[in-house]
């Protein structure tokens, strides 16, 4: 009767390919079932639910959670416009999931489903997509290119397995490229090179590789070679196996779907077979040389003639070396072109690692009970905010309470739901592996652990305490088994932002608090002289589109303030001074004097927190009781710099000395370290840091000189010029507040043509000169 239903069911809206529900009771099938067809989203023109392929018979549970050794958890990374997102376009129509190809700058990606993402053609967040490939499951994140969104990319990559990184084959290694790939190597994450465009004029092979090896520091391995260049490019050599693939040599189809493989001959391709098998030698000599068992066995049977080593032999070599990240795998295509994307996902499958290939210490205490990430929240209007979730281990179920260990609260999961970009299909259990989103969870945040119960954490704590041959105190045992979250960068610029009437301030509050929420690098304050709402974000594309989102998803019309530099303060000098906070509230006298002094703090790497230090006379019962009043006291005065009001940093802080009245209350020790330490900023030489931008700027020959004479105005340092194919690259360094503007300028000077890149390097020292202006214009002065 049950399958009847679903017969019915597909042959209605000729979606799903046929299951079957194999070893499961009809009762709890038809649960599902019900489920699962009245919760399908058919909104888009996808051919099948993730899992369900055409002509694939599986049973439901193989289709929800598969094996651990068969899902691969990777993302797609690279500068921004090398093809991510039309890769990823091809990778989901080849393996079934979409009936028609969509395009960027048509607007109809799967994966660039905001808005906003349609009208400007890049991605702004985040998107994951479920499907299977081979018998695999893959679940892909297509990541940002945009510097002002990297915080995206980050969090993605703390959860990743693997990842694909796409270069231009035009361009080879970006700025943008080097940030993610840095990031990448921050979280261990091994992988796989794609170089996309090779059918674009100025692609090249050779140049791409040498870009690879130089400015990323790392060893290509040599997978593919193309067959032809720029408009000459027709399919590609597969080194390994010593085979051609051409791409719709016969079809009418344009889709990229039909490819033949055939074996090089010395008859048909003498030139094609002599490069192969010079690369084929070459890899098997760099793979000999980075794994051991490999060059055994090339050494014991294959060392007369490399050609007798069987493909078979090579491919695990290959994945030992790329798993534990001494080389890279290298493939190319043109994803545009439908060439090349095939082997791509081969290549993941087969080199990239799966979820138990990647040691976690931490998972040892946690045994067999639940352990997840929470790394991504969404907002969705009917389900309220959407987690997305990494299950290290355990098994993740819906209606279950779970317990938040950062924020120490207990919540109930209501539903888990696969994702698929922008529409989500519910499934009933999460194993470990797996990555998901769970509906139900209001206080969870970004980068928040998420375990079973809190017994559970304690529990995983005492395993963790035995281990080491101590004890620990209970909120450090808690602490040590938090999964690492990710780095918040800090915002480098800022605006006032209000809403058209007072009745409208809380719609606003509610809507800046769920986009903080989803997004960790917004931040939003309140200007305590004027009252107004500050808005913070990484760069002028940032602020635009958040406020373009709270236009059009949360209905309030804003008004920004034009946008400011977020700099920071310093002193040159120490400076000290005493205080005395006398207060009687009710019956009870609060009396605190304290003496603090600070000084310059400077380190390799600029700290924003400050350097706390006590002085020997300091009593270690007071310090005991009021330790944490007394930092909190520092850290409330490092907010607001004696000059202009911003952030202090570089700055260390010593309590000299400290006298209570029996009684005092903590928060009086607290407003009176902060007051004293005001007044010793205050008494120092006081400096101005501003923002430094690193600068690439890819423009051609003839408006080199253009581009040069203005970053001379702009106070701009040049590093170098390089050469990239027809292209002169300018790097260099540039003060934040010089770059207002900064992309119409170019525009206009290389007539549309020149390209550039933004990242921050540090804050600097402002000159005397461009401080003073700087005091004039924030007084009204000038």
Not at 693 to 704: A, C, F, I, K, S
Request: proline share 4%; aromatic share 6%.
């Amino acid at each position: 009767m049950m399958l009847t239903k679903l017969r019915k069911f597909i042959v209605n809206h000729q979606k799903i390919s046929s299951l079957h529900v194999d070893h499961m009771c009809s009762c709890r099938s038809r649960v599902f079932l019900n489920g699962l067809i009245t919760r399908v989203f058919l909104g888009r023109n996808y051919n099948s639910l993730p899992g369900i392929v055409e002509n694939d018979v599986k049973s439901l549970r193989s289709i929800i959670n598969p094996p651990i050794s068969k899902i691969r958890n990777i993302g797609i990374m690279a500068h921004i416009d090398a093809g991510k997102t039309t890769t990823t376009e091809r990778i989901l129509y080849y393996s079934g999931y979409i009936r028609s190809l969509g395009d960027v700058d048509d607007g109809d990606t799967v994966t660039d489903f905001m808005a906003q993402e349609r009208e400007r053609g890049i991605t702004i967040q985040s998107a994951a997509v479920t499907f299977d490939w081979k018998g695999y499951r893959v679940n892909l994140i297509d990541t940002p290119g945009h510097v002002d969104f990297t915080l995206e990319v980050e969090r993605c990559l703390r959860v990743l397995d693997g990842a694909v990184a796409v270069f231009d084959a035009s361009a080879g290694v970006e700025a943008q490229t080097l940030t993610v790939w840095r990031q990448a190597d921050k979280h261990c994450v091994p992988r796989i090179c794609f170089l996309n465009k090779m059918d674009k004029t100025g692609a090249s092979f050779n140049y791409a590789i040498e870009s690879i090896r130089e400015k990323l520091k790392t060893k290509p391995l040599l997978l593919q070679l193309p067959i032809g260049e720029a408009k000459a490019f027709k399919g590609l050599v597969d080194v390994v196996t010593k085979e051609k693939v051409i791409w719709n040599p016969i079809s009418n189809s344009d889709d990229g779907k039909h490819f033949v493989r055939e074996p090089l001959t010395e008859i048909n391709d003498p030139e094609l077979l002599k490069e192969a098998t010079e690369a084929r030698n070459a890899l098997i000599e760099q793979i000999a040389d980075l794994d051991d068992e490999f060059a055994d066995l090339v050494l014991g049977e294959f060392i007369e003639n490399f050609d007798l080593l069987p493909s078979e032999k090579l491919y695990p070599a290959i994945r030992r070396v790329t798993v534990a990240q001494k080389a890279v795998p290298v493939l190319c295509g043109s994803a545009l072109k439908n060439k090349g994307v095939q082997p791509l996902l081969d290549a993941i499958t087969m080199y990239l690692p799966s979820p138990d290939e990647r040691s976690d210490e931490f998972l040892q205490w946690y045994k067999d009970d639940l352990c997840a990430l929470a790394f991504k929240v969404l907002h969705d209007k009917q389900r309220g905010p959407l987690v997305f979730t990494r299950v290290y281990s355990g098994t993740m179920k819906p209606q279950s309470a779970v317990h938040n260990i950062n924020g120490n609260c207990t919540e109930r999961i209501s539903r888990l739901l696969l994702p698929f970009a922008d529409q989500h299909i519910e499934i009933p259990s999460l194993t470990a592996g797996n990555i998901a989103l769970t509906v139900g969870l209001k206080q969870t945040s970004t980068g928040d652990t998420i375990v079973s119960s809190k017994a559970s954490a304690l529990a995983a704590a005492r395993r963790a305490g035995k281990n080491e041959g101590k004890m620990h105190r209970k909120n450090t045992e808690t602490g040590s088994l938090l999964l690492a979250g990710v780095e918040i960068p800090e915002p480098v610029f800022f605006c006032t932002i209000e809403p058209p009437s007072v009745a409208k301030q809380p719609e606003l509050d509610r809507a800046l608090n769920c986009l903080q929420r989803e997004d960790p690098s917004l931040k939003v304050r309140l200007d305590p002289d004027s009252g107004q709402t500050i808005l913070c974000g990484m760069g002028e594309l940032h602020i635009e589109i958040i406020n373009d989102r709270i236009k059009r998803e949360y209905g309030v019309e804003t008004f920004l303030g034009p946008l400011q530099i977020a700099y920071r303060e310093t002193i040159l000098n120490s400076g000290r001074a005493t205080d005395t906070l006398d207060r009687m509230l009710g019956e009870k006298r609060h009396l605190v004097t304290v003496e603090m002094e600070v000084r310059p703090f400077v380190k390799e790497k600029s700290q924003g927190t400050p350097i706390i230090e006590y002085a020997e006379n300091i009593k270690e019962e007071l310090l005991q009781e009021f330790q944490e009043a007394i930092e909190n006291g520092i850290r409330s005065a490092y907010l607001q710099g004696p000059l202009l009001g911003f952030p202090v940093q570089d700055v260390a802080v010593t309590l000299c000395s400290l006298t209570l009245h029996p009684g005092t209350s903590t928060t009086m020790v607290s407003a009176c370290v902060s007051r004293c330490v005001q007044k010793a900023l205050k008494k120092a030489d006081k400096q101005v840091l501003e923002p430094l931008m690193n600068l690439e700027v890819t423009v051609t020959g003839d408006y080199l000189s253009s581009v040069l004479a203005d970053l001379a105005q702009r106070r701009g340092s040049i590093q170098e010029i390089q050469s990239r194919q027809d292209n002169r690259v300018v790097v260099g360094s540039v003060p934040l507040a010089e770059m207002m503007g900064y992309s119409t300028v170019l525009r206009t000077l290389s007539s549309g043509t020149a390209t550039f890149a933004l990242e921050l390097s540090n804050y600097q020292a402002m000159n005397l000169q461009d401080q003073n202006a700087l005091l004039n214009r924030r007084s009204g002065l000038a």
